[in-house]
């Protein structure tokens, strides 16, 4: 029998510990790194030439939104075209456990419009045949995964399983008696292998809250008292283990006014002494100071002893959208309530004076300032894609400013008018808002950021953040020198393996598991996006692929060779952040 099942030879290793790189071989012994050095290729059954090749570990995506797709998706792609190996779900308070059986079509309605997850792939797709979390975690370990799963226990479900419902939830805070059965329910998660808890506060309207419930009123985890949280961190504590995810804005310190946030979440991470994964640091080419007030309280809380890691939006990843699934306007009461509906719903109370006047009015004194923040000016999106031909001819190509200028019109209607015309299917696309590499030098530098915040799975036909880890290795790294490449690899995988508590990957060392990424750094790149009908019920998503990666391997087994998927299976629930055998 051979020593081992594969050898990947002479390819040059970045260890992703900060070790500076060195060339040696790896030999690969049932899913596991069994030697790394100079080995003959007749030990092994097989022998993977990495010749002129990086060989590093695989990528740590923590902050995803596969729960739905990985019903259909076992390998999470896009995350995994571009090196991811493991991946986080469960992020920001939602998911589909525990959920009781009259409230699973109420679970996944939030999803289809918070995270943008179409409805009917999730209704065809998802056999929900579980009600407690061990369960589904249970159920998770019996799917045919091809990359590594952890879970996160999302409070909104928990908190609609012990108030009788997810509407239910939304009018009253859990009393004394439900918040022993939510420390229950999280140490039963913990105790069935999930590594912590999640939740997303974006309101009240003092916050940036463009991410609403299928009806446009606020999540569940959103309208939650302080106290409320505190005391789930205390539970936590008492395990000993996991971290908090929790995503909350604070990007610009003056119009939030986030000092009471971030005093908050350094209570969250001292009440529970775990690991804090803060969402979400980003930059803005036009305001170039807009990210240094989390730096700066993320530098004192870490001076300050407590674990409190940024994790920062590293991919130039612009939005493009259309107004049939919009929903990203959800903090202007008008476009929130135009926006609600089915297409026909939506063009009627387009068309409505008295929404667009309110339109108008918000834009003209400044209420959606905080969008254009966020997503850029609007006057600036251009009309990317028009399809009626007569209206193609005139307006395709042109900005909103430009079309508002040729018709006289207010910018709000220059938008409303073509697009409702166009049957809501004109493409506009937001100007790029993050593509300054200085900017990304100076987040990254801090030793507690990890790049990534994917939101993989979710605002499938808006925006493509996935490609972060491709992003970060061949334009950062390689392209400007934001970040030495021992450095890349450690915030791509070490650092979030750590920081999460995954204890078993992370790293290229021996005995770690064979999470292994074989690459060109010379040819890796992402390649333009493009439109796949690949998901159940005929629903489409905009992706972009990349090349340059040779293999991708999880669990010492490729997934991926040179981009083609080898149909193979090998990935792992990774309980408390260890796969189990």
């Not at 007749?42 to 090749?53: E, P």
């Not at 190996?85 to 679970?107: H, M, Q, W, Y």
């Not at 700066?296 to 107004?323: C, E, H, K, Y």
Request: proline share 6%; with cysteine.
């Amino acid at each position: 029998m051979a020593e081992f099942d594969t050898i990947i030879k002479d390819g040059m290793i970045v260890d992703g510990t900060r070790v500076p790189r060195y060339q040696a071989d790896v030999g690969i012994k049932e899913g596991k790194v069994a030697k790394i050095g100079r080995l003959r290729t007749g030990d092994a059954d097989k022998v993977l030439d990495a010749s002129g090749h990086i060989v590093a570990p695989g990528y740590i995506d923590l902050h995803t939104h596969y729960d739905a797709q990985i019903h259909w998706d076992p390998y999470c792609t896009m995350g995994s075209w571009h090196g991811v190996t493991s991946v986080t779900i469960g992020n920001c308070g939602f998911g589909f456990a525990p959920v009781k059986a009259k409230d699973v079509e109420r679970s996944m309605l939030a999803l289809s419009r918070n995270e943008s997850i179409p409805l009917e792939p999730m209704r065809v797709s998802m056999k929900v045949d579980w009600e407690t979390f061990p369960q589904y975690m249970d159920r998770l370990s019996k799917m045919p995964l091809g990359i590594n799963l952890g879970h996160l226990l999302p409070t909104a479900p928990a908190v609609a399983y012990v108030m009788g419902g997810f509407d239910e939830a939304k009018k009253q805070f859990p009393g004394e008696r439900e918040m022993f059965q939510l420390k229950r329910i999280l140490h039963q998660a913990m105790d069935a292998g999930a590594f912590g808890w999640s939740a997303q506060r974006l309101v009240p309207e003092s916050r940036a809250s463009v991410q609403r419930d299928y009806d446009g009123t606020p999540m569940i985890t959103d309208i939650l008292p302080d106290d409320f949280y505190i005391e789930l961190a205390k539970s936590l504590g008492e395990k000993n283990d996991g971290c908090i995810q929790f995503t909350q804005s604070g990007a610009n310190k003056a119009q939030f006014g986030i000092d009471d946030d971030f005093r908050f979440l350094e209570q969250l991470a001292r009440e529970s002494g775990r690991p804090l994964l803060y969402n979400a640091v980003a930059i803005n080419d036009k305001y170039p100071d807009s990210h240094r007030a989390q730096l700066n309280w993320l530098r004192d809380a870490n001076a300050r002893g407590l674990r409190i890691f940024g994790q920062s939006v590293t991919g130039r990843a612009p939005v493009r959208m259309t107004l049939e699934d919009w929903n990203l306007f959800d903090s202007v009461p008008a476009w929130r309530e135009a926006t609600i509906g089915t297409t026909e719903e939506r063009k009627m109370k387009l068309r409505r004076p008295e929404i667009r006047g309110s339109m108008r009015e918000e834009y003209d004194k400044g209420g959606m300032e905080t969008l254009a923040f966020i997503f850029g000016e609007l006057p600036k999106w251009v009309a990317r894609k028009v399809h009626r031909p007569d209206l193609k001819d005139k307006y395709e190509g042109l900005s909103i400013e430009q079309i508002a200028q040729l018709e006289h019109k207010h910018v709000i209607d220059a938008m409303l008018d073509l697009t409702v015309e166009d049957d809501l299917r004109t493409e506009w696309a937001a100007p790029a808002r993050n593509t300054r590499a200085d900017l990304y030098s100076e987040v990254l530098q801090p030793p507690y950021m990890i790049p990534g915040v994917s939101d993989g799975g979710a605002h499938i036909k808006f925006i493509t953040p996935g490609i972060f880890p491709t992003e970060v290795l061949a334009w950062l790294a390689r392209d400007v020198g934001a970040l030495t490449l021992e450095e890349a690899h450690f915030r791509l995988s070490g650092l979030p393996a750590w920081a999460a508590g995954f204890k078993d990957r992370g790293t290229l060392r021996e005995g770690m598991s064979a999470d292994i990424v074989v690459y060109d750094l010379n040819r890796l790149k992402a390649l333009p996006e493009e439109i796949l009908h690949d998901i159940p019920a005929n629903e489409w998503r905009r992706v972009r692929r990349c090349e340059g990666y040779r293999w991708i391997m999880v669990n010492g087994q490729p997934i991926f060779e040179e981009g083609e998927c080898t149909g193979a299976t090998p990935g792992k629930l990774l309980r408390n952040g260890r796969a189990m055998a």
